[in-house]
């Protein structure tokens, strides 16, 4: 068993748990504020300023209710793939825009998408920015990440569903992906293995595998946002077995796109917390075309920054791991 396979069953369960219970007593008391329509994602700490407050409702999705705002809607969706059948969740604007950008969110293990939608708070970003947030299922609760010991079934699922949102009408240039723990393994590999249709990546709680690192051939290169907690016990900073440091994952990425440089900073300290942000850019990557981001949280836990993830693990509120995935992410084009 990997180290990163024991999270889900417990404590994020409990998340599950929690979620859908603060979701189905909020149903009936909604805020009530004016509904936003623009946005700027301060591109230091992911944060919105919005242009009016916005007005959160819940959508009951295969029995879970998913946090969605006025304007945006909340489907669900199935992907015959292999003779099997996939499923996934879609967060869009309502009505939905012609030829918008995508970002595909992956659970971790033991994560249902519902849930990993609620936990990002990703709704918020797809009402102000007019993307589609698409999030799929892995089989059983865990992504097969490591080509070392499982094969591509999903890759091949996820390749399937990029084809059919393009088919749906969404922008074939502007498709992104960032995970969660195994979803951010899985990131990685689809980083390795679909960068002819994936422009750009955002990976928080997972480092590189070493399984992955030794086969990984992209046709292209893709630019990476990292994000890692120094007090994160299931995927440790520093590394363990399988799973390189974060220093050595963002070496691996530097040496094999021929990164030129390193610029550091500290972002605002905008909440009492335990915690720290330091983000350090490795720049110059594939001839300047493209650069990759490391957000070392100093204290920070197995957690999505910004996130609902608090009550398990320690977790940053001086940035916003959505709103900063999305900002980086979306200046890329594939």
Same mark, same amino acid.
């Given at each position: 068993m ?6 889900? #069953? ?7 748990? !929690? ?33 009016a407050?916005?007005? &959160? ?12 705002? #006025? ?11 292999? !003779? ?10 309502n ?5 918008a ?5 992956l ?7 519902e849930? *990993? ?15 589609w ?24 699922f996820? #390749?399937?569903?990029?084809?059919s ?6 922008d074939?240039?502007?498709i ?27 990976v928080?709680?997972?480092?590189? &595998?070493t ?14 946002a ?18 390189? #440091?974060?220093v050595?994952? *963002? ?14 900073s ?5 909440a009492?917390d ?10 110059g990557?594939?001839? !300047? ?10 204290? !920070?836990?197995h ?31 594939r």
């Open positions: 990997k180290k990163n396979d024991l999270l889900p #069953s417990c404590g994020i369960a409990v998340l599950l748990l !929690g979620l859908s219970m603060a979701a189905g007593n909020a149903a009936a008391a909604l805020r009530t504020a004016a509904t936003a329509t623009s946005a700027v994602i301060d591109p230091v700490s992911g944060f919105q300023t919005l242009g407050a916005l007005k &959160r409702t819940w959508t009951l999705v295969n029995g879970s209710y998913v946090q969605t705002t #006025s304007g945006t809607t909340a489907v669900a969706a199935t992907l015959n793939v292999g !003779g099997v059948s996939r499923r996934y969740i879609v967060v869009r604007p009505p939905a825009p012609a030829n950008p995508v970002l595909l969110l659970h971790a293990s033991g994560v249902t998408p849930t *990993m939608a609620n936990l990002s708070e990703v709704a918020d970003y797809v009402q102000t920015q007019g993307f947030a698409v999030l799929p299922a892995a089989i059983g609760g865990s992504w097969r990440d490591d080509p070392s010991s499982s094969n591509k079934d999903d890759t091949l996820i #390749s399937a569903l990029v084809d949102l393009v088919a749906q009408g969404v074939a240039t502007r992104y992906a960032g995970g969660y723990s195994s979803g951010g393994f899985m990131a990685e590999r689809l980083a390795c293995e679909l960068s002819d249709k994936i422009a750009a990546f955002g928080d709680a997972a480092t590189l &595998r399984g992955l690192a030794n086969v990984c051939a992209p046709l292209k290169p893709r630019a990476k990292y994000f890692l907690g120094t007090a994160d016990t299931i995927v440790p900073y520093d590394g363990y077995f399988n799973m390189k #440091s974060a050595s994952t *963002m070496a691996y990425w530097s040496a094999k796109q021929g990164c030129g440089g390193t610029l550091a500290t972002i605002p300290d905008r009492i335990g915690t720290t942000v330091q983000l350090t850019r490795y720049t990557c594939n001839g !300047g075309a493209l650069e990759n981001r490391l957000y070392t949280v100093t204290g !920070g836990g957690a999505w920054p910004g996130g609902l993830t608090g009550n398990l693990y320690v977790t940053s509120q001086d940035i916003k791991a959505t709103g900063l995935i999305w900002s980086f992410v979306s200046g890329y084009r």
